[in-house]
């Protein structure tokens, strides 16, 4: 059920990778493209840490629900926006106050039921649910906003979100346990968190590249559809996550890690390399293949850091980060790209990538949990 109830979930949040062009419908530049696009994970981060202390505290089911209407309200209330504004960047703020709940909520669950030692495996396969749901999302948003316009999409996100809510309502709780927060925050001051955190900010920062920018860089090259390289992406993914899940076990979480950074890097300089559809399709391969290793190994590593009976709390801390890489590098790559180009984003963000890399081999020589 949590599998399923995921995949509708990660539906309603693969179709906003085409909000940008929506944006762009209202007037707003590269830069408010990003902007707007960022500022949803503004109330993500500013929620994370009652999150964390409620998902330890008093368990998982309720905030779940909670998230679950919240981002069902968010759908309908893109009904009523039509144009750049305060209620444009209030709904924004909603929208990332419900995918920030869920995505720390669901993850939680998905570790609850996974052994310590098999965690990035047990992540990873879970994962797949997401990465389904972005497969057959992208190409019927797609075609559903040609045909009918971002209303039409904006109604079946929000039947999306209510089968997402009725299938919450069957799963399963893990018992309450009663943990102060003072030594939550005292085990995440404690660890040693500074390396896996910094390869998330900056993943997260290559990631918007793709999510935020691939389709405004496609019609400005004259490709108006991206639904392939998407297929490609959330393929790939679930490709490695099926055949490589154990990888990071077997050669070392290091090495699987470098190895997910480098592909990420290299799929998205060839954005705009291969300014093609075939172009597109190969880098969506090789990001997809970074990202599908990427998530698991990053998350699983921070979780272990907390220990088992701060899962939760360490799970939002894990994408609490994340969301402000996407806060802080969203606009600032619309900003590149309204000063220079989108070739310069792409490379700035493969080069970020890259720098992460040498962080690992500099101050992560060995990872074990």
């Given at each position: 059920m949590l599998f399923v109830a995921h995949f509708f979930f990660a539906w309603s949040v693969w179709a906003y990778t085409l909000f940008p062009a929506h944006l762009q419908d209202y007037g707003a530049n590269p830069f408010e493209v990003g902007l707007f696009m960022g500022i949803a994970s503004l109330s993500g981060i500013l929620v994370r840490p009652g999150v964390g202390y409620i998902l330890d505290h008093k368990g998982r089911r309720g905030i779940l629900w909670i998230g679950s209407l919240i981002f069902l309200f968010t759908h309908l209330f893109y009904l009523f926006i039509d144009h750049l504004g305060v209620g444009l960047f209030l709904v924004r703020l909603l929208h990332g106050l419900g995918v920030g709940t869920l995505i720390a909520t669901f993850f939680t669950l998905a570790i609850d039921l996974t052994p310590p030692l098999q965690r990035?495996?047990?992540?990873?396969?879970?994962?797949?649910?997401?990465?389904?749901?972005?497969?057959?999302?992208?190409?019927?948003?797609?075609?559903l906003v040609q045909r009918y316009g971002f209303q039409a999409l904006f109604i079946l996100c929000a039947t999306m979100s209510v089968i997402t809510l009725l299938l919450c309502l069957f799963i399963r709780d893990t018992a309450e346990r009663d943990i102060p927060i003072a030594p939550y925050w005292k085990e995440a001051l404690k660890a040693n968190l500074s390396v896996p955190f910094l390869t998330t900010f900056i993943f997260a920062i290559g990631l918007a590249s793709v999510m935020f920018f691939i389709k405004p860089y496609a019609i400005s090259v004259g490709i108006h559809q991206i639904a392939s390289f998407f297929i490609a992406y959330t393929g790939a993914a679930m490709g490695i996550r099926l055949i490589g899940?154990?990888?990071?076990?077997?050669?070392?979480?290091?090495?699987?890690?470098?190895?997910?950074?480098?592909?990420?890097?290299?799929?998205?300089?060839?954005?705009?390399?291969?300014?093609?559809?075939?172009?597109?399709?190969?880098?969506?391969?090789?990001?997809?293949?970074?990202?599908?290793?990427?998530?698991?190994?990053?998350?699983?590593?921070?979780?272990?850091?907390?220990?088992?009976?701060?899962?939760?709390?360490?799970?939002?801390?894990?994408?609490?980060?994340?969301?402000?890489?996407?806060?802080?590098?969203?606009?600032?790559?619309?900003?590149?790209?309204?000063?220079?180009?989108?070739?310069?984003?792409?490379?700035?963000?493969?080069?970020?990538?890259?720098?992460?890399?040498?962080?690992?081999?500099?101050?992560?020589?060995?990872?074990?949990?």
């Open positions: 990035i495996r047990g992540i990873s396969l879970f994962a797949i649910s997401g990465q389904l749901g972005g497969t057959l999302c992208i190409p019927i948003a797609e075609a899940s154990h990888w990071p076990e077997q050669y070392g979480i290091r090495s699987a890690l470098i190895f997910a950074l480098l592909s990420m890097a290299l799929g998205i300089v060839l954005i705009v390399l291969i300014p093609s559809t075939k172009g597109l399709i190969v880098s969506g391969i090789l990001c997809g293949t970074g990202h599908g290793l990427i998530v698991p190994i990053l998350s699983g590593w921070v979780v272990s850091c907390g220990g088992e009976s701060f899962r939760g709390g360490f799970m939002t801390l894990y994408t609490m980060v994340f969301d402000l890489g996407v806060l802080i590098g969203s606009p600032l790559l619309g900003l590149i790209v309204k000063q220079w180009s989108y070739t310069a984003l792409y490379i700035a963000a493969a080069g970020l990538i890259l720098l992460s890399i040498v962080v690992l081999l500099r101050y992560a020589p060995s990872v074990r949990f």
